[in-house]
């Protein structure tokens, strides 16, 4: 009878968490994306998590006749993280076993049980992709693992990149490169260069992302250091700053704002009696949202408040080490307890390339 029942649970349980993972997916904008780009990927193994990553292109140099010479170019860097892994656990005592024989009272006994772990896993798992993985070693590698800055002051309009990412830096001209000063007021003055305006080498930012400083009074022309005065014009220059520093086919699609953060955007739109129109690929998943500059701008939950990103999805991939998101084991009989345990879990990580990324803080 036991092992029949153990058969019984450990089948529906196998079921329920299939389903399970994928309503965790499908109600979270970021993951839900991601699946539908295929940036979900499974029965991963190694020690490590590790990525290529595009460093440096070839040089290219004017021709003046004569002889030329050849050698190899670098261009690819490896970054390297470590597996990352989520448990839930339960039981249940031989005892509740008993008074619980037959399959009707026995499913109806743990299917609360079960919707509990669920509510569990979307809760923790779908807000882990903005976690700091460099300050919480066991938790996912998201998008705060890399948005560590330096100084920036009142007038910069953006953060100065300053974190490790993968074994790298993020600091510009950290690992090699240059970058043109031309202008006369620099975008970050600790930086003492155009970036991310003007142009140069591609490794002075191959791993830096653009972090924004909303609360600058004087970089956004208004006169003001809030984000309902100024996070149009934020937010299109970093979408600007995004696509000149990334090619047209590396564009961003998504701007994630906390809730504090949507609702000033969106109250400004209805002062300007403005028609809000939807991303459609965010609005065919079942989001609301509006766009600007084709960005879909919308709010989700998890995310820190008076802070944004600028995400791009084609970037990121969630590497899972099981053939599915979550998966199941037991139950198993704990003969020293006499009960039977359920454990479920996921083993993986997720991987960035960071300068396809922005973030919106009041910096100073």
């Keep these: 009878m036991a092992n029949e029942w153990s058969a019984v649970v450990n089948t529906t349980t196998a079921k329920y968490l299939r389903g399970a993972a994928d309503l965790t997916i499908r109600e979270r904008i970021v993951f839900a994306m991601m699946n539908r780009r295929k940036r979900i990927s499974y029965n991963h193994s190694g020690t490590e998590v590790k990525q290529q990553v595009k460093f440096a292109l070839p040089e290219v140099e004017p021709y003046a006749g004569g002889a030329i ?9 490896q970054l390297t993280l470590d597996w990352r892994g989520y448990k839930v656990k339960d039981t249940m005592t031989e005892k509740e076993r008993l ?4 399959v009707p009272a026995l499913i109806n006994r743990y299917a609360q049980i079960m919707k ?28 705060e693992t890399f948005m560590g800055t330096g100084t920036t002051a009142d007038g910069d309009a953006i953060a100065q990149p300053s974190d490790t990412y993968g074994g790298l830096s993020t600091t510009l001209g950290g690992v090699a490169g240059t970058w043109s000063s031309d202008l006369s007021t620099y975008p970050n003055a600790n930086a003492e260069t155009d970036w991310p305006s003007g142009s140069g080498d591609t490794e002075y930012d191959f791993l830096s992302p653009r972090c924004m400083n909303f609360s600058s009074s004087s970089a956004w022309g208004t006169g003001a250091s809030t984000w309902l005065a100024n996070c149009e014009r934020v937010i299109r220059k970093a979408i600007l700053w995004t696509r000149l520093g990334t090619g047209k086919t590396n564009r961003t699609e998504l701007c994630l704002l906390a809730d504090d953060l949507y609702y000033d955007y969106m109250n400004k739109q209805e002062a300007k009696q403005r028609i809000i129109v939807p991303y459609k690929e965010v609005q065919d998943l079942g989001f609301d949202g509006a766009k600007q500059e084709g960005v879909s701008i919308v709010t989700e939950y998890g995310i820190t408040p008076s802070r944004g990103y600028l995400w791009n999805m084609d970037k990121c991939e969630l590497r899972c ?10 139950p198993e009989r704990d003969i020293r307890t006499d009960s039977y345990l359920f454990l479920m879990g996921f083993f993986g990580n997720l991987v960035f390339q960071p300068k396809f990324f922005s973030k919106f803080l009041a910096y100073a």
């Design 321 to 330: 080490m099981y053939g599915q998101l979550f998966v199941p084991r037991g």
């Design 99 to 102: 008074m619980n024989r037959g």
């Design 116 to 143: 509990d772990m669920r509510q569990s896993l979307e809760d923790q798992f779908g807000a882990e992709v903005f976690n700091d993985g460099g300050d919480n070693p066991d938790r996912l590698d998201g998008i």
């Design 69 to 77: 010479d050849f050698e190899p170019s670098d261009k690819y860097r």
